[in-house]
Protein backbone atom coordinates (compact mmCIF):
# COMPACT_ATOMS: atom_id res chain seq x y z
CA UNK A 1 0.00 0.00 0.00
CA UNK A 2 1.13 3.20 -0.96
CA UNK A 3 -0.08 6.90 0.05
CA UNK A 4 0.78 9.91 -2.26
CA UNK A 5 0.70 13.57 -1.60
CA UNK A 6 0.74 16.18 -3.59
CA UNK A 7 -0.13 20.13 -3.91
CA UNK A 8 2.27 21.57 -2.03
CA UNK A 9 4.32 24.44 -2.29
CA UNK A 10 4.84 28.02 -1.92
CA UNK A 11 2.60 30.36 -1.31
CA UNK A 12 1.70 34.30 0.24
CA UNK A 13 -0.07 34.69 2.92
CA UNK A 14 -3.64 34.75 2.80
CA UNK A 15 -3.80 32.43 0.09
CA UNK A 16 -4.61 28.91 -0.45
CA UNK A 17 -3.39 25.25 -1.50
CA UNK A 18 -5.49 22.09 -2.08
CA UNK A 19 -3.34 19.40 -1.03
CA UNK A 20 -4.51 15.67 -2.52
CA UNK A 21 -3.26 12.33 -1.60
CA UNK A 22 -4.10 8.97 -3.29
CA UNK A 23 -3.89 5.73 -1.75
CA UNK A 24 -3.16 2.71 -4.19
CA UNK A 25 -1.88 -1.27 -3.83
CA UNK A 26 -3.73 -4.15 -2.24
CA UNK A 27 -6.51 -2.49 -0.48
CA UNK A 28 -9.14 -3.73 0.73
CA UNK A 29 -11.36 -1.49 2.81
CA UNK A 30 -10.27 2.39 4.00
CA UNK A 31 -11.23 3.51 7.24
CA UNK A 32 -10.21 6.97 8.49
CA UNK A 33 -8.09 9.18 6.33
CA UNK A 34 -6.29 12.59 7.91
CA UNK A 35 -3.68 15.11 7.57
CA UNK A 36 -1.24 15.81 9.42
CA UNK A 37 1.89 18.35 10.05
CA UNK A 38 5.11 19.36 11.36
CA UNK A 39 7.32 21.75 11.57
CA UNK A 40 10.81 22.21 11.96
CA UNK A 41 10.98 21.75 15.59
CA UNK A 42 7.73 20.69 16.13
CA UNK A 43 5.87 17.66 17.00
CA UNK A 44 3.77 16.05 14.12
CA UNK A 45 -0.12 17.42 14.92
CA UNK A 46 -3.37 16.70 13.49
CA UNK A 47 -4.28 18.92 11.41
CA UNK A 48 -7.99 17.33 10.04
CA UNK A 49 -9.70 13.85 9.73
CA UNK A 50 -12.12 12.16 8.28
CA UNK A 51 -13.87 8.94 8.41
CA UNK A 52 -15.45 6.24 6.28
CA UNK A 53 -18.99 7.75 6.92
CA UNK A 54 -17.58 11.69 5.83
CA UNK A 55 -17.77 12.86 9.92
CA UNK A 56 -14.97 15.24 9.85
CA UNK A 57 -12.65 16.91 12.62
CA UNK A 58 -10.48 19.98 12.35
CA UNK A 59 -7.43 21.03 14.82
CA UNK A 60 -8.59 24.50 16.37
CA UNK A 61 -6.11 25.99 14.62
CA UNK A 62 -7.51 25.53 11.27
CA UNK A 63 -11.20 25.46 12.00
CA UNK A 64 -13.05 28.15 9.45
CA UNK A 65 -10.32 27.78 7.44
CA UNK A 66 -10.08 24.32 5.97
CA UNK A 67 -12.06 21.73 4.33
CA UNK A 68 -11.19 17.61 4.54
CA UNK A 69 -13.23 15.64 2.01
CA UNK A 70 -12.57 12.22 0.48
CA UNK A 71 -13.50 10.42 -2.66
CA UNK A 72 -14.25 6.58 -1.87
CA UNK A 73 -14.22 5.43 -5.47
CA UNK A 74 -10.36 7.10 -5.80
CA UNK A 75 -9.70 6.37 -2.49
CA UNK A 76 -8.40 10.05 -2.27
CA UNK A 77 -8.34 12.26 0.60
CA UNK A 78 -8.04 16.24 -0.10
CA UNK A 79 -7.39 19.34 2.13
CA UNK A 80 -8.47 22.59 0.96
CA UNK A 81 -6.78 25.20 2.74
CA UNK A 82 -7.68 28.64 2.88
CA UNK A 83 -6.26 32.03 4.45
CA UNK A 84 -2.91 30.42 4.93
CA UNK A 85 -0.29 32.27 7.60
CA UNK A 86 2.88 31.44 7.41
CA UNK A 87 2.86 29.77 11.04
CA UNK A 88 1.38 27.22 8.88
CA UNK A 89 4.31 26.24 7.14
CA UNK A 90 5.24 22.59 8.02
CA UNK A 91 5.60 19.44 5.90
CA UNK A 92 2.09 18.13 5.55
CA UNK A 93 1.65 14.29 6.10
CA UNK A 94 -1.14 12.24 4.53
CA UNK A 95 -2.54 8.68 6.93
CA UNK A 96 -5.21 6.79 6.56
CA UNK A 97 -6.18 3.15 8.51
CA UNK A 98 -6.29 0.80 6.09
CA UNK A 99 -6.62 -3.14 5.30
CA UNK A 100 -5.34 -4.67 2.49
CA UNK A 101 -6.78 -7.88 0.32
CA UNK A 102 -4.25 -10.26 2.10
CA UNK A 103 -5.41 -9.26 5.74
CA UNK A 104 -9.07 -7.80 5.37
CA UNK A 105 -9.55 -8.12 9.05
CA UNK A 106 -6.37 -6.17 9.58
CA UNK A 107 -6.45 -2.07 9.89
CA UNK A 108 -3.07 -0.27 10.20
CA UNK A 109 -2.22 3.34 9.51
CA UNK A 110 0.14 4.20 6.52
CA UNK A 111 1.80 7.10 6.01
CA UNK A 112 2.64 9.33 2.86
CA UNK A 113 6.07 10.82 2.59
CA UNK A 114 5.23 14.57 3.22
CA UNK A 115 4.68 17.57 0.97
CA UNK A 116 6.06 20.62 1.58
CA UNK A 117 4.01 23.69 2.25
CA UNK A 118 5.75 27.20 2.68
CA UNK A 119 3.07 29.98 3.34
CA UNK A 120 5.42 33.28 2.61
CA UNK A 121 5.62 36.68 1.15
Same mark, same amino acid.
Given at each position: &?? *? &??????? &???????? *???GASGSIFSINAMGWYRQAPGKER? *? &??GINSAGITMYADSMKGRSTISRDNVKNTVYLQMNSLKPEDTAVYYCSAVISTAQAPGVMKPYWGQGTQVTVSS
Open positions: &VQ *L &VESGGGL &VQPGGSLR *LSCE *L &VA
